[in-house]
């Protein structure tokens, strides 16, 4: 029995099993995304009690080093022992950080019950991917795609809400502690409704495939996140850190052609198109969580917005990417096509930009609003159908590599998009500061050239002008930045081949793997 078939053989037979299934991956996926959201808001309280202020940035770098270590392994695990027996591990790793991340007492322990969380959460995403991909073959999948562009929507923009109500009502704990609730419903879920078969795998973990990618992986995270801040970009740490995640990475691309059961296994990236949705997804990763970054800095610090909703701030862009992931998902199912989707999202995505780059002091919130709508239309075009084309670029038994891997990349893509696109504007900032004015400029953002809205209100009005100045020509430099990277995505849209997606619809290629099955009330 194959495991979309055995998924949806539930003691009734009926589809409600799938949708409730659905439901609490979606639960899951939310999980994932919004913690660190949540977390950030939470922050000025959690130092105030903890203490540790000299830490603070690893409260959110455990994390996210843990994340990204652990999601190709959960994606292997999955292929390798079955996907429901991991996702559940993945699911009460997670728990157990959180309620561990919620009873710490010093930053210390705060920091290692995160790495914890992390560990877990690499596998969520993963997991929920995976899954889907399991229970609905590709030509089917669009139809979802709108349900996870709303819970990514619902998370940037209900994170820093929810955390800050949480925090002001009933302590930052509850930060952690709103996920057991949730978790333990997808948890129950899908342990009681998710049918998948179990998998004896004889094949052994490739325990140093997997180390060397940790160590590759890690070290360009703490690249990203120490270059420009704590360390500067050409000191001795940087460097060694360069040199040790490059040794790691060809060390582990030399291991993977001769392991028997590699971590990831090379010849995935044999499919162009495989290899094209990597790039894509590195590029919006890079895109976005840039974008998501400078935007609200932009607004509050120009244009004089509030930062109580900071998240509302980008409502423009993540509801035009909402829309125009439910339509191209529609689309998708109904036609089989979607090549068009990465072409015109790739360049909606270099328009978009390059129109952002141009604001400057006088912009108007509209006139902003709609540049990131812009944006919003062409991540719309690429969030999910970069993951869908990806899956159905592999057979079944390498769906968790796939997954991990598309995950992976867009990662990776967002830790390169926030350090490369944060030290240019920090580049700028401080240059037209000191232009602007003089001594006075050089002294206000030799900390940091991302001011909050208190530092701001006490800077003389001659500064603040000139600091309002300083932040537009900031980000027109990273903006005209993620336009140029953006052209890559485009052009890599352009080579994609429209490989028939497997399914109901028309008859599938010979060359792509055969479709698990499927009942039509999916």
Not at 201 to 225: C, H, K, M, N, P
């Amino acid at each position: 029995m194959t495991d979309a078939s055995a998924a949806q053989a539930g003691p009734d037979g009926r589809p409600r099993s799938v949708r409730v299934v659905l439901l609490a991956l979606m639960i899951a996926m939310m999980l994932a995304m919004l913690d660190n959201m949540i977390i950030g808001t939470a922050m000025p309280t959690i130092v105030g009690e903890l203490g540790g202020l000299e830490h603070l940035a690893w409260v959110v770098t455990s994390y996210t080093l843990a994340t990204a270590a652990s999601t190709p392994i959960w994606g292997k695990l999955g292929d390798l022992y079955g996907r429901k027996s991991t996702f559940m591990t993945s699911i009460v790793i997670f728990l157990a950080g959180s309620a561990l991340s919620g009873m710490a007492q010093d930053m210390g322990q705060l920091i290692a019950f995160r790495a914890v969380q992390g560990l877990g959460a690499g596998g969520l995403m993963v997991g929920v991917m995976a899954i889907i991909g399991d229970l609905i073959p590709p030509r089917e999948r669009g139809k979802y795609q709108g349900m996870m562009a709303g819970v990514m929507a619902l998370a940037m923009i209900g994170g820093p809400l929810v955390g800050g109500t949480i925090t002001d009502h009933w302590g930052w704990r509850w930060a952690f502690y709103i996920n057991l609730p949730l978790g333990a419903v997808a948890l129950a879920a899908v342990g009681a409704v998710l049918h998948l078969p179990r998998k004896r795998s004889e094949a052994r973990i490739d325990y140093l495939g997997a180390g060397l990618l940790t160590v590759g992986i890690t070290a360009i995270v703490l690249v990203t996140t120490w270059g420009g801040t704590e360390y500067a970009w050409t000191s001795a740490r940087i460097m060694e850190l360069i040199g040790i995640g490059v040794a790691a990475l060809v060390g582990f691309v030399f291991w993977q052609t001769r392991a028997t059961e590699p971590v990831l296994p090379l010849h995935i990236f044999r499919s162009r198109n495989f290899t094209l949705m990597s790039v894509i997804g590195f590029i919006t990763g890079f895109v976005m969580f840039g974008a998501t970054l400078f935007l609200p800095l932009y607004q509050q610090s120009v244009q004089g917005a509030s930062a109580t909703n900071s998240g509302l701030l980008l409502l423009p862009m993540l509801g035009a990417m909402l829309v125009t992931s439910m339509v191209a998902g529609r689309v998708t199912t109904n036609t089989g096509r979607y090549k068009v989707f990465p072409v015109a999202g790739g360049a909606l995505m270099v328009v978009g930009l390059y129109l952002l780059s141009t604001m400057d002091t006088g912009t108007s919130r509209f006139t902003s609003g709609v540049f990131m709508a812009v944006v919003g239309l062409g991540m719309g075009c690429l969030m999910q159908i970069t993951m869908l084309v990806a899956q159905n670029s592999v057979e079944m038994k390498d769906m968790g590599v796939a997954s991990s891997s598309s995950t992976l990349f867009r990662t990776l893509g967002s830790s390169f998009g926030v350090a490369i696109m944060g030290a240019l504007f920090n580049h700028r900032v401080q240059d037209v500061m000191a232009e602007r004015a003089g001594a006075l400029g050089s002294k206000v953002t030799e900390q940091s050239a991302q001011l909050d809205a208190a530092s701001l209100a006490k800077l003389p009005e001659a500064a603040r002008e000139a600091y309002q100045h300083a932040v537009s020509a900031g980000t027109h430099g990273a903006f005209l930045l993620g336009a140029a990277v953006a052209v890559v995505a485009l052009v890599a849209a352009v080579f994609v081949k429209e490989v028939p997606l497997k399914g109901a619809g028309p008859k599938p290629s010979q060359d792509a793997p055969a479709p698990a099955p499927v009942t039509e009330a999916v």
